[in-house]
């Protein structure tokens, strides 16, 4: 089955009772059983609900895994892997990450006697450099967030497997119909399900896809002892949202690849982050990873002048200024003091989170009204 039959149809049936060609909103927070312990799957809301059932199965589909699990939030998800480890346990991640991934880490996790590694993955091979008898999780993004760094899946999976690792790659910037990271041999394949996935900027939900079973047990034992989880709004909203999935990131891609180009050559900005120029850094392992490119960039002014991006950040008219991304409207931030404000300045100058760097979430309105709103807004 194709992607966008997959997109309409996985998961989802007729409803039994009713015939109804959407998938019900079960809004119950128990379910009556027959006797004492005989029951139809469903016990109780946090554990499992059919609506979240449904949503599950269409992921996991779409991500080519046996299992998805989804949870109230993208760092619920993230939080959910981290548990999997223990006092002593070493994790090496992406050193340009999402700030909120940053910030757990460091903040919350490292206070338990968990270490992190920070590691510029741009040459996978790095990552044997900070490898310890005590590691146990490589956490990958590619693209990166926001320097929209490739990262090479089939280098990351064979240090894995020979060190016996778990590889837990976020796919929340390429989507599951850019790429699919456990074709390239990632154990977990994590998404924060309010970007792409969901697609209108009104839910926060996030997903871990899965093949092996012990894995998947253990991961739900979690998500449901810990309570993460999404009510059965929120998972109607992402099923309906998915439908479009198809549709919407072939004009991300055709609106990002527009706007990237036209950056390039703007008298204003010094360099535009984006793996569809021929030139970007692992341009060719992002061809072999990924279907197409996407609708994610960033870039920097000349003169790399904080002024100057609060400026060009706070003009657009079109493109608003807020966090978040992957939804149908475009959106435009300032990392810095945005979605990267938690990672200390001399960490984040040193991946090349400037204090001019600007990030695009190119949404799906017209190309040319895009276009047209950047360049006023780059005006001096």
Same mark, same amino acid.
């Given at each position: 089955?194709?992607?966008?039959?997959?997109? &309409?149809?996985?998961?989802?049936?007729?409803?039994?009772?009713?015939?109804? &060609?959407?998938?019900?909103?079960?809004?119950?927070?128990?379910?009556?059983?027959? *006797?004492?312990g005989k029951h139809k799957g469903y016990v109780y809301a946090r554990g499992k609900n059919p609506t979240r059932t449904a949503l599950e199965k269409c992921i996991a589909s779409l991500e080519k895994t046996k299992y998805c699990l989804c949870f109230s939030s993208g760092m619920g998800a993230a939080d959910t892997v981290i548990k999997l @480890?223990?006092?002593?346990?070493?994790?090496?991640? +992406? $050193?340009?990450? /999402?700030?909120?991934?940053?910030?757990?880490?460091?903040?919350?996790?490292?206070? /338990?006697?968990?270490?992190?590694?920070?590691?510029?993955?741009?040459?996978? #091979?790095?990552?044997?450099?900070?490898?310890?008898?005590?590691?146990?999780? @490589?956490?990958?993004?590619?693209?990166?967030?926001?320097?929209?760094?490739?990262?090479?899946? +089939?280098?990351?999976?064979?240090?894995?497997?020979?060190?016996?690792? =778990?590889? *837990?790659?976020?796919?929340?910037?390429?989507?599951? /119909?850019?790429?699919?990271?456990?074709?390239?041999?990632?154990? =977990?394949?994590? $998404?924060?399900? +309010?970007?792409?996935?969901?697609?209108?900027?009104?839910?926060?939900?996030?997903? @871990?896809? =899965?093949?092996?079973?012990?894995? #998947?047990?253990?991961?739900?034992?979690?998500?449901?002892?810990?309570?993460?989880?999404?009510?059965?709004?929120?998972? /109607?909203?992402?099923?309906?949202? &998915?439908?479009?999935?198809?549709?919407?990131?072939?004009?991300?891609?055709?609106?990002?690849?527009?706007?990237?180009?036209?950056?390039?050559?703007?008298?204003?900005?010094?360099?535009?982050?984006?793996?569809?120029?021929?030139?970007?850094?692992?341009?060719?392992?992002?061809?072999?990873?990924?279907?197409?490119?996407?609708?994610?960039?960033?870039?920097?002014?000349?003169?790399?002048?904080?002024?100057?991006?609060?400026?060009?950040v706070t003009r657009t008219k079109v493109f608003s200024l807020a966090e978040s991304l992957g939804g149908v409207e475009s959106l435009i931030s300032h990392p810095a003091s945005m979605t990267h404000a938690s990672i200390p300045k001399e960490v984040?100058?040193?991946?090349? &989170?400037?204090?001019? @760097?600007?990030?695009?979430?190119?949404?799906?309105?017209?190309?040319?009204?895009?276009?047209?709103?950047?360049?006023?807004?780059?005006?001096?």
């Amino acid at each position: 089955m194709k992607f966008g039959t997959k997109a &309409i149809h996985a998961g989802q049936e007729p409803d039994p009772s009713t015939g109804a &060609i959407m998938t019900p909103i079960f809004q119950t927070s128990t379910y009556v059983q027959e *006797a004492p312990g005989k029951h139809k799957g469903y016990v109780y809301a946090r554990g499992k609900n059919p609506t979240r059932t449904a949503l599950e199965k269409c992921i996991a589909s779409l991500e080519k895994t046996k299992y998805c699990l989804c949870f109230s939030s993208g760092m619920g998800a993230a939080d959910t892997v981290i548990k999997l @480890l223990k006092p002593g346990d070493e994790v090496i991640a +992406t $050193h340009d990450l /999402y700030g909120g991934s940053y910030r757990m880490f460091v903040r919350v996790f490292s206070n /338990y006697g968990i270490k992190f590694h920070f590691v510029d993955m741009v040459d996978a #091979r790095n990552i044997t450099k900070f490898l310890t008898k005590n590691t146990k999780l @490589l956490w990958v993004e590619t693209p990166t967030n926001p320097m929209m760094n490739i990262i090479d899946l +089939t280098v990351c999976s064979k240090i894995a497997k020979k060190n016996n690792l =778990i590889l *837990a790659v976020d796919n929340t910037f390429a989507s599951p /119909y850019l790429q699919n990271p456990a074709d390239f041999g990632a154990d =977990i394949v994590a $998404h924060s399900v +309010t970007k792409y996935l969901g697609g209108h900027s009104d839910v926060v939900m996030g997903a @871990l896809c =899965i093949n092996n079973d012990d894995l #998947r047990e253990k991961l739900a034992f979690i998500q449901n002892s810990c309570g993460a989880t999404p009510g059965p709004m929120d998972s /109607y909203l992402v099923l309906r949202g &998915i439908k479009t999935l198809h549709l919407r990131m072939e004009k991300h891609c055709e609106n990002g690849k527009k706007i990237a180009y036209f950056l390039r050559k703007h008298p204003n900005v010094d360099k535009v982050f984006w793996p569809g120029f021929p030139d970007h850094t692992n341009h060719a392992i992002a061809k072999k990873q990924m279907s197409g490119f996407g609708g994610m960039m960033s870039f920097t002014l000349k003169g790399d002048k904080l002024e100057d991006a609060y400026n060009v950040v706070t003009r657009t008219k079109v493109f608003s200024l807020a966090e978040s991304l992957g939804g149908v409207e475009s959106l435009i931030s300032h990392p810095a003091s945005m979605t990267h404000a938690s990672i200390p300045k001399e960490v984040r100058m040193k991946t090349g &989170i400037s204090d001019s @760097l600007i990030r695009l979430s190119v949404g799906v309105e017209d190309g040319d009204d895009l276009v047209e709103d950047i360049a006023m807004s780059l005006q001096q």
